[in-house]
Nanobody, 122 residues
């Protein structure tokens, strides 16, 4: 089992920045990939960014490329998402997730955090 806890959400004006953190505990040695997803009202949960637990193999959704950066802090078992140049359309609940295999779809993420709200005002 892997437990995930997100933090760092909040309210920010358009053009501002936030940093989300996802702290993992439990059997993290079995984790292959960590990812961030967001879920806006009336929409499906969507992929934002991912990174291999050990680092590398970083991917971003086209909508956040150049604005968001995913990184890791092994000392704290934390994976961070730095979000710059935020837009109102980035407003959503952001979830971190962990996969034990090379993920091909959202269904292959086995563990999820409780989510943290990000609201970007115009």
């Amino acid at each position: 089992q892997v437990q995930l806890v997100e933090s760092g959400g909040g309210l920010v004006q358009a053009g501002g920045s936030l940093r989300l953190s996802c702290t993992a505990s439990g059997h993290t040695g079995s984790t292959y990939t960590m990812a961030w997803f967001h879920h806006a009202p009336g929409k499906e949960r969507e992929f934002v960014a991912s990174i291999r637990w050990a680092g590398g193999n970083i991917y971003y959704a086209d909508s956040v490329k150049g604005r968001f950066t995913i990184s890791l802090d092994n000392a704290k078992s934390t994976r961070n998402l730095k979000m710059n140049s935020l837009k109102p359309e980035d407003t959503a609940v952001y979830y971190c997730a962990a996969s034990l295999v090379v993920p091909k779809s959202i269904s292959q993420y086995d563990y999820w955090g409780q989510g943290t709200q990000v609201t970007v005002s115009s």
